[in-house]
């Protein structure tokens, strides 16, 4: 018993910056109570319809930077975060531009509206950027500044969006999605100043080559990702109404704190990996088994608890939601055992092993999604539910051997 709790102890002192991520985190639960009963569920289910494409163009738009950015910065060039910022912007804004050229074929392909993608656009522009500066944070090992970015971008996106719903008579899905983007850049902008980042934006060809390199795997991979737990959302999007889309992102999101609870525990988890230079089998093999005793009590605790807050803060328009909840608690368990294998495939170069992994993923998800999913949001449930079992049981098995075999110095240089 001692042992156990020295365990747990061990890992909650190594997730100083995770538990800073839990003020984050607060943000799509409290904007899910606001907009289910104070927004009309005809409008709330065209905002989710945005954020689902936004989950489908980030990897393109974002290119997976932050990790490039946590690696290199506490590897190879610290000093040279200006340089690295001004590259994820020039990336974004050209592959942004490519996604806009290409959006006449996703309205064709998957019933998008040409505004719905220009919105999601407009998100997704400023998401890397805040991925980036919290890897800063997380680089310099400056967990308060850490704290206070995700206070900010958490202060101004509430009062923006009660703002629009206060202020505005017949809110629409723009107006919710202007006032997420607006704080978003007021918080890239104050992470810039105290973080000291002055964004150098010119082309650094062998910065540009070496992080393409490193990254490239890690970007398809998220893509099929994307594609194989996201299959479900794709089929909703295409086959049913506003309301139902509503219903079944509105149970989604409240079973995604699971999801938010396990990338709270990455942030910490993927810095202790990352760190090679500092690497102790021993500690991280005590700090994986706190990991997964957090993770099956905080799963219990959600399968008793969430039903009930589902009751409590939803309208009865939304009651057929909690037929979901099982399945995307499950699958968002898996997702988190995922999220703690995949550091083991980026510094042992396996990173192509997950773009294989996923591209499987994608074609067995994508198939169960267009044969069931016309049947039901219940089907469409079970289908995000199998995509990431099987995702995350290859992945665990195989992060296991790369753990057992790792030699530190025959990592990246």
């Given amino acids: 018993m001692h042992k156990f709790f020295e365990q747990i102890e061990t890992y909650i002192y190594s997730l100083r910056f995770s538990i800073g991520h ?157 006032g997420i983007f607006s704080a978003n850049l007021i918080t890239v902008i104050f992470g810039w100043i105290i973080l000291k980042i002055n964004p150098q934006i010119y082309f650094h060809k062998n910065l540009i080559k070496e992080g393409a390199l490193f990254l490239i795997p890690l970007v398809l991979f998220s893509i099929v990702a994307i ?27 409240i079973c995604f704190a699971l999801t938010m609870f396990g990338s709270i525990i990455q942030v910490g988890w993927s810095r202790d990996v990352y760190d090679i230079n500092k690497w102790s089998k021993e500690s991280l093999k005590k700090n994986l088994t706190g990991i997964l005793i957090l993770l099956l009590a905080v799963y219990i605790f959600f399968i008793l608890i969430i039903p009930l807050i589902h009751g409590i803060i939803f309208p009865i328009e939304y009651s057929d ?12 368990l898996f997702q988190t055992f995922y999220f703690i294998a995949k550091p083991f495939f980026i510094i042992d170069d396996k990173r192509y092993e997950l773009l294989y992994a996923g591209s499987i993923s994608a074609i067995i998800g994508l198939s169960l999604a267009v044969v069931f999913g016309k049947k039901s949001i219940v089907a469409l449930s079970i289908v995000y539910l199998i995509t990431w079992f099987l995702l995350s049981i290859y992945s665990i098995l195989r992060a296991r051997l790369i753990f057992k075999n790792f030699n530190v110095k025959t990592t990246i240089q």
């Fill in 321 to 332: 939601g909690k037929k979901l909840l099982i399945y995307f608690l499950t699958g968002s």
């Fill in 22 to 178: 839990i003020i984050n985190s607060v943000s799509p639960i409290v904007l899910l109570i606001l907009l289910t009963n104070y927004v009309d569920i005809v409008v709330y289910g065209a905002y989710s319809k945005v954020i689902i494409i936004l989950g489908f163009i980030t990897p393109f738009i974002s290119f997976n930077f932050s990790e490039f950015y946590l690696f290199k910065y506490l590897n190879q060039s610290k000093g040279n975060s200006g340089t690295l910022v001004g590259i994820s912007i020039i990336v974004s804004l050209i592959i942004s531009a490519v996604i806009l050229i290409c959006s006449a074929i996703l309205f064709s392909l998957f019933n998008f509206e040409i505004l719905d993608i220009l919105l999601a656009i407009l998100l997704a522009l400023t998401n890397p950027q805040i991925e980036n500066i919290r890897a800063h944070a997380i680089a310099i090992n400056s967990h308060k500044k850490y704290y206070i970015i995700n206070s900010v971008q958490l202060i101004f996106t509430v009062g923006l969006i009660i703002m629009f719903i206060v202020f505005v008579k017949n809110i629409q899905s723009y107006h919710l999605i202007f």
């Fill in 227 to 253: 594609f194989s737990a996201s299959a479900d959302k794709l089929i909703l999007t295409y086959y049913y109404e506003y309301k139902d889309i509503a219903i079944y992102n509105g149970a989604f999101q």
